[in-house]
């Protein structure tokens, strides 16, 4: 039974902490108006339900993918709360529905 737990809780602290570029402002193939005008949107998890130091890392996983994209310099231009759908999920004993909650911000290279 300790594996178990100890599995479910590995699995759940591996798969959160995320951040996903959505919009890259950076595209070789991209129009030369498109240099000047760099623009991007990234997202991440966000749920009450996970731990508040897996929220500082999603965060900072975002902010560090923003610093990436944009070789250091940029600034955020809007954020805001993204929320899914209702998810259902089961385990052996209990069904849990919860709601996916993500931060959206929207950032421009300098």
């Known amino acids: ?8 809780v590995v ?6 902490v ?12 991209g129009p030369v108006e498109q240099e000047n005008n760099k623009k991007g949107v990234i ?10 130091s897996i929220r500082k890392a999603n965060r900072e996983s975002a902010y560090k993918q923003m610093f990436d994209v944009c070789e250091g310099k ?4 809007n954020e805001f709360t993204r ?7 089961s385990s ?4 849990v529905k919860m709601t996916d909650r993500y931060k959206v911000i929207e950032f421009q290279c300098l």
């Not at 039974?1 to 479910?8: G, P």
């Not at 890259?24 to 193939?29: L, N």
């Not at 940029?74 to 231009?77: A, K, R």
């Not at 929320?83 to 999920?89: G, L, P, R, S």
């Open 1 to 8: 039974m300790k594996y178990y737990l100890l599995l479910s």
């Open 11 to 16: 699995l759940v602290l591996t798969g959160c």
């Open 18 to 29: 995320n951040a996903t570029m959505t919009t890259s402002p950076v595209s070789k193939f």
């Open 43 to 52: 997202e991440y998890l966000d749920n009450s339900q996970i731990m508040d």
């Open 74 to 77: 940029y600034t955020i231009v």
């Open 83 to 89: 929320t899914d759908a209702e998810v259902k999920q």
């Open 92 to 95: 052996l004993f209990s069904e």
